[in-house]
């Protein structure tokens, strides 16, 4: 059985830091890129950062380059989101994603929230 289970969110104040983790299980992590994505109320699902498990390449959006950072440990089929220098703006339900390329929508996990306060 496939599952991503996303953790590491909670409430910060703007100009602070979080670490989110994407655990994988069920499929080959080396094959698979994984994704992060985030939903705000009222808006449409936004695809923030992808890393691929294979050769390491990453993706970010314009809103978060230079502030966020994805990166993966492969031992531990585990994929990280460091969240510095927080915005209001980037409060949202953080989601992980698989599938075999960037962007993902294969596998999704549950979310996890991120609340950042002014």
């Known amino acids: 059985e496939v599952q991503l289970v996303e953790s590491g969110g909670g409430l910060v104040q703007a100009g602070g830091s979080l670490r989110l983790s994407c655990a994988a299980s069920g499929f080959t992590f080396d094959d698979y890129a994984i994704g992060w994505f985030r939903q705000a109320p009222g808006k449409e699902r936004e695809g923030v950062s992808c890393i691929s498990s294979s050769d390491g390449s990453t993706y970010y959006a314009d809103s978060v380059k230079g502030r966020f950072t994805i990166s993966s440990d492969n031992a531990k089929n585990t994929v990280y989101l460091q969240m510095n220098s927080l915005k209001p703006e980037d409060t949202a339900v953080y989601y992980c994603?698989?599938?075999?390329?960037?962007?993902?929508?294969?596998?999704w996990g549950q979310g996890t929230q991120v609340t950042v306060s002014s």
């Open positions: 994603a698989a599938d075999v390329g960037c962007p993902p929508n294969d596998y």
